[in-house]
């Protein structure tokens, strides 16, 4: 029977075909758990080559779940993490929830499997009592293990979970308070957009509910000193003020920039006919030129960096790379190499993606950021690199799946041993495409100096 389209449907049939949907993407997490099991349960210990027992930085075994789970190979997430499209810390926890659920979490998992629980709440449940011991466990699975299946609101279940957690395992409940009440810090927050960014004190409610205080009266004050100021017609807009004078120990009648330190912020924007009115701020995202303009403008010096050659970079025949050299591979890929990876840290290692030891050449092209551990797979597991072109990253995993790498991301090339499988393979065409950003702006350390 051929199925309809949805323009030709009822509403009672796009419902039903919603539904469906739901039910197939339910489902389907519960096989992804179950699949990411079986793979701990292959890539055990006694999967370890003994001929590189011992060697710096080859794979050892490591526990992923709580205790009383077996201990799997370390870079079994990196091949599963690449062929389900995650990262290897995203594929990683995946192992470690499947492993908790089949071992600690029996009552939990049987519901999962019959398509009672859904695999979300099961896997938050599991990540909470990661440090329990199996009885501890046990006893949370059986206590939470009826109302899973979404007969209350998250909340509440959320609530309900953290309860029976510290009902489990009191002294840890104890241990985790005394960690948390020395775990204060006050530091900017990840996630910018837009040119806007957070700040977060973390501390305990006397001192947070003391700080609010400061602001509420600081900002009542800056209100009647400067009824006027269009920059404070908002109280959102007075309280961040306020909590920047207080910062600074700065009055009304200051120059704030007088009092701020020096900042180095690194601007990457383009020239030339297909240039956009968009740049990127390293660290916080894109921002448009008039953003640029009118908000670093009058607080920054600019010196400006034209970057027209990254690959023209004369290669070096010392292994060591050249500080010259990093900044252009920054510039060129800022991101981690390794499929789906994420870091962006300048602090990441240079690669070389044949090996100096092998007559590789220490040079753009032949170069790629990667994380330490992303590092040690790529030297020590079965995974094959190239770099056709600079920038350009053709990875292979051990069962013969392609990963290209680029500055838009990762894509799954359709040319495995298994593509037969598969008759009608997408006929778009794979484009590689090398690009280069050809201007670079710095803002100078001399900030708030205006030029």
């Not at 009092?259 to 956009?276: C, I, K, M, S």
Request: aromatic share 8%.
């Amino acid at each position: 029977m051929q199925q309809l389209a949805l323009e030709e449907m009822s509403e009672d049939q796009v419902l039903d075909f919603a539904g469906a949907c739901a039910d197939t993407v339910w489902r389907a997490e519960a096989d992804l758990l179950r699949a990411a099991y079986q793979w701990s349960v292959i890539h055990t210990a006694d999967r370890l080559d003994s001929h590189w027992a011992g060697v710096h930085g080859s794979e050892r075994v490591r526990r992923l779940g709580g205790p009383g789970v077996p201990e799997v190979t370390e870079f079994a997430a990196a091949e599963l993490g690449a062929r389900i499209g995650r990262s290897p810390y995203a594929a990683a926890r995946l192992i470690a929830d499947a492993q908790d659920l089949h071992h600690r979490h029996p009552q939990l998992w049987a519901r999962v499997e019959a398509g009672e629980v859904r695999a979300s709440y099961a896997r938050d449940v599991v990540s909470k009592t990661r440090d329990l011991q199996p009885e501890e466990a046990a006893y949370v699975d059986a206590a939470v293990v009826e109302s899973a299946d979404g007969r209350i609101p998250w909340s509440r279940f959320e609530a309900l979970v953290e309860a029976k957690v510290a009902q489990a395992a009191p002294e840890l409940a104890r241990e985790a308070e005394e960690r948390a009440a020395k775990a204060t810090f006050a530091k900017k927050c990840r996630g910018e957009a837009h040119g806007m960014g957070s700040y977060l004190v973390h501390a305990d409610v006397a001192t947070i509910d003391a700080i609010e205080a400061a602001v509420a009266m600081r900002a009542e004050q800056v209100a009647e000193s400067c009824p006027d100021d269009p920059d404070l017609a908002t109280e959102d807009q007075r309280r961040v003020h306020a909590f920047l004078l207080m910062v600074t120990g700065a009055t009304d009648d200051t120059d704030i920039a007088d009092l701020l330190p020096r900042v180095e912020l690194f601007v990457h924007t383009y020239a030339g006919p297909d240039a956009e009115d968009v740049a990127r701020v390293e660290g916080h995202g894109p921002v448009t030129h008039a953003w640029v303009r009118d908000l670093l403008g009058p607080k920054a010096r600019f010196t400006i960096r034209p970057v027209l050659d990254l690959a023209g970079q004369a290669p070096v025949d010392a292994w060591e790379i050249p500080d010259r050299h990093r900044q252009a591979v920054h510039l060129m890929t800022p991101a981690d190499t390794f499929p789906y990876a994420s870091s962006t840290s300048r602090s990441m290692d240079i690669d070389h993606t044949k090996p100096h030891a092998q007559g590789g050449i220490s040079g753009i092209g032949n170069y790629g950021p990667t994380t330490r551990r992303h590092h040690r797979i790529k030297t020590h597991a079965i995974w094959q690199i190239r770099q056709p072109f600079p920038g350009i990253y053709v990875w292979r995993d051990p069962h013969g799946a392609h990963y290209l790498v680029d500055h838009t991301g990762t894509r799954r090339i359709p040319s495995t041993p298994h593509a037969a499988q598969h008759p009608d393979p997408p006929q778009k065409p794979l484009v590689l495409d090398v690009w280069y950003p050809p201007f670079d702006i710095q803002l100078d350390p001399d900030y708030p100096h205006v030029a």
